[in-house]
């Protein structure tokens, strides 16, 4: 089945360092992949996306390439801040399957000032 | 506009006893899910709908049951609540374009446990 496979955390950084949190992933046929983040006591939200191969999703200054020859999805951001500090999940939707929705297990990320 | 509303926000249960997990969506989404979140864990499906009346099973529906008799209202009924079933539970539902889901909307969650 499909899975999503994420860099175990927790990850501390100092504000302004340059941010990598790997996701690989296993699917059939091309899935769309997502980044979700969830802050301190709130629900999840959509951070970015990207739904075929090389498409690049950006948001907030972050930003994640859909690589279908590595079968991954890194997220990247180049200067971090403390407000970034929160909860990234790596996710996968294959096309026309609302049930098939697989989450990765979440990265811990604290930015110090 | 609200998005998904979850009540309540947090509960502690006794083992037998039951509730119901309110969640209640006002964007005319026909996709809506139930999610647990157990600590250092990702999320599992519990079950979804993909419109009134229509409900199926996630990964991980025992002991959980749903009901969709309106578009906008999904609750989640726990019976004989458990030590297993303390979590975090996010209602969301989904916006889908030409087969492809575009993004899902999460409820701020309910936290549970049950002791």
């Known amino acids: 089945g499909d899975s999503v496979t994420q860099m175990e955390g927790p990850v501390t950084l100092s504000e302004e360092a340059f941010l990598t949190i790997n996701c690989t992933y296993t699917a059939t046929g091309y899935p769309s992949l997502f980044w979700y983040v969830q802050y301190p006591g709130e629900g999840l939200q959509l951070l970015l996306k990207?739904?075929?191969?090389?498409d690049k999703g950006s948001n907030k200054g972050f930003e994640a390439t859909y690589r279908k020859e590595t079968t991954s999805f890194h997220l990247e951001k180049g200067s971090v801040q403390v407000s970034d500090s929160a909860v990234y999940f790596c996710a996968l939707a294959p096309r026309g399957s609302a049930r098939q929705l697989t989450f990765g297990s979440g990265t811990q990320l604290t930015v110090l000032p | 506009n609200a998005g998904v509303t979850q009540t309540p926000k947090f509960r502690i249960l006794k083992i037998g006893q039951s509730m119901t997990l309110q969640c209640t969506q006002d964007?005319?989404?026909?996709?809506m899910y139930w999610y647990r979140q157990d600590p250092g864990m990702g999320l599992k499906l519990i079950y979804y709908s993909v419109g009134a009346g229509i409900t199926d099973k996630g990964e991980v529906p025992n002991g959980y049951n749903v009901s969709r008799s309106t578009t906008e209202d999904f609750p989640l009924r726990l019976e004989l609540a458990a030590p297993s079933q303390t979590s975090v539970y996010f209602c969301a539902s989904s916006y889908w374009g030409q087969g492809v889901l575009e993004k899902l909307f999460f409820g701020s969650g309910t936290q549970l446990s049950v002791l």
């Open positions: 964007m005319n989404h026909n996709y």
């Open positions: 990207a739904t075929k191969a090389d």
